[in-house]
Structures are given as C-alpha cells and as structure tokens.
C-alpha cells in the first residue's frame, strides 16, 4: 500500500491507500492543499482528480477515505453524517473507498478548514 500524509495547522494523519484506480490517480495528483468542507463527521474536500465511481458505496467505517467523484472530492468519515440511519458513517451518495487513516480518525473533527496533502517523505 501506498501511504500519505494529510497536514494541518496543528496535525498530521498518515493514511493507508488502497490499490484502486482511483487511489492511484489521486497519489499521481500529489501535493495539492484546500478548504475543508464539514457535513456531520465527515470531512470532505475539492482535489484535482476526475474518476467514475469504482467499488461504489455509501455505508463506510470509522476512518475511511473515500473519493466523490460529484465533487471531485476526497472524503474522511469519522462518525454519522447528516443521511446516517444508525451512527454509522454514510455518503450522501456512492463514493469510492480509497484507504483508512493511521491512528485515531476522531481527531479530525479538529481538522480546522485548510489541508496539505503530500506523499510521505522517508
């Protein structure tokens, strides 16, 4: 697996990504920074990747990264969303998983509203 890295102003989250097609596009987009949208406890957004959805869903775990192909967004779940039925985290539609977030994925409820994500250097 490949890993990056998400920055903040005060933190740092690794994340695994998977062996998609989709994860290796945003990999080959790197660096690239933004303004965090939040809706519920997602964090989500705009990078500068276009794909068609790829093993598309909408029900996700605790510290999974998805890519919203709507938004040409990238998208970090770490609890319900506003469309969760029953605390678990839910797209608003169907997203394509593109790795999970080393460590504790409730600390980006602290994100703050601008990113930098890079490979890891190392």
């Known amino acids: 697996m490949k890993k990056i890295v998400m920055r903040t102003q005060n933190q740092v989250f690794e994340i695994d990504l998977n062996d998609s097609d989709t994860a290796n596009a945003i990999w080959l987009a790197l660096p690239f920074?933004?303004?965090?949208?939040?809706?519920?406890?997602?964090?989500?957004?705009?990078?500068?990747?276009?794909?068609?959805?790829?093993?598309?869903?909408?029900?996700?775990?605790?510290?999974e990264v998805a890519f919203w192909?709507?938004?040409?967004?990238?998208?970090?779940?770490?609890?319900?969303t506003p469309v969760s039925a029953d605390g678990?985290?839910?797209?608003?539609?169907?997203?394509?998983?593109?790795g999970m977030v080393l460590g504790d994925a409730k600390e980006l409820k602290k994100v703050g509203d601008r990113i930098r994500v890079s490979l890891i250097k190392g």
Do not use: H, Q
């Not at 933004?34 to 068609?52: K, T």
């Not at 192909?69 to 319900?80: E, I, Q, W």
């Not at 678990?88 to 593109?98: F, G, I, Q, R």
């Open 33 to 63: 920074e933004a303004y965090v949208n939040v809706w519920g406890e997602e964090i989500y957004f705009e990078i500068p990747v276009e794909m068609p959805i790829e093993n598309g869903r909408t029900l996700m775990k605790i510290g």
């Open 69 to 80: 192909p709507n938004g040409s967004a990238l998208c970090f779940f770490f609890g319900p």
């Open 88 to 98: 678990t985290p839910t797209a608003v539609s169907d997203v394509s998983p593109v």
